[in-house]
């Protein structure tokens, strides 16, 4: 990484966000769970990843330590630990539906695709805590196979294993890594892993969609554009507010071929758009998502959210502009330009829960920014990724 690279104003700013983006999240679990001690702890964790960052920025890329980090056998280990962690949390967690807590992410998700597979609409049913659930078709159909299969709880260890190989095969063993460690060592990551939320996995696609796409190899091909348009139309058809995404991922990536943009967009969207009205028309009354939504703008005033919502915007044109003249890779700029519109709604959860960081569920509002945040950190320790790629920003 070179000096120059890393004292610009870019680097700075990109650093700011990528670090509160990490962390701001992070503290609900660590006050929900560590009691009075979380204040301390959360700052020695702060320290720790800090640190962390630190020794893979600075260590020799062919000395020792680096070969250690670098080694397929760690991140082997740390997939395999995460399995077992899913093997034996995510029943415990589970169980807490007996006496009425718990997370029902993943009983939304379960019982969508038991009702789809039974011919039945997935918006009849509640949760065991009575909730109306705001879960989209697109997650019924990315995740039925789990569902019928038994095996949904580890939807999420097989979507981080997608995206830490593409990763792996566009960036090479230390920047995958230093992302899986930094990932893994996110502490709302693995509580919202532990119990099966379905906004974990489709994160994870989400990166994974726009890191395959972050090469001109696949840019000019149709059949792989197409194919990974309709993943993210069904991610767009996942959450009503995710409805933008293959808008913003398609603007991101061909920011200079308006054609495949198109293409992209197009395909996406229609997608998206499909699955939504096709199941509202469905039954009408019935249709949650919409309801949730409704609920959703009390969180904060309109002119909160419409300001969140305006800065998003802005830094996402600021983004199409710079993405193909900066070295940051597609991701990075798809963290600063989708963060403000989260963001807004998750401190307003935060007010309504009287700012109790402990009983802050708006931290999952967050949660489709997670691998992204870690993404751009790797990005600020080991240097863009243009240049591990060997490709350059046009200017």
Partial sequence: MTSAYSSSLGWRLVAAIALFAYFFPSLRPVFKYLGAYAGVLFVVYIALVVLFLYVRRRVPRDGRIAQIFDHLLLSAAVLLAMFVVVTIVYPLADGLRTVGRGSDHDDCVILGVQQLVQGGFPYDVRTYIGNAC????????????????????????????????????????????????????????????????DLVFLSLLTLTVCVGLDTPRLQGKVVPVVLAAIVCGLIGAARMNFIVIPFVIGALVFSTDRRMFVTFTGVGLVIAVALWLGFFAWNPAHFSPYQVVQRSQGLAPFWVLAAGGLVSIGLFFVSVYLVRRSQFGVPVFYLVSMLPMFLVVAVGELGVREWDLSLWEGANFIAPLYPFAAYALVELALGPVRNLTGLRASH
């Fill in 134 to 197: 705001s879960t989209g078709p697109g997650v019924f159909i990315l995740a039925a196979p789990f569902v019928v299969m038994g095996v949904y709880p580890y939807l999420n260890v097989a979507a981080l294993l997608l995206c830490f190989l593409v990763l792996r095969t566009r960036y090479g063993a230390a920047f995958s890594q230093t992302w899986l460690l930094l990932l893994v060592g996110m502490a709302v990551f693995m509580e919202l892993t532990s119990v099966g939320s």
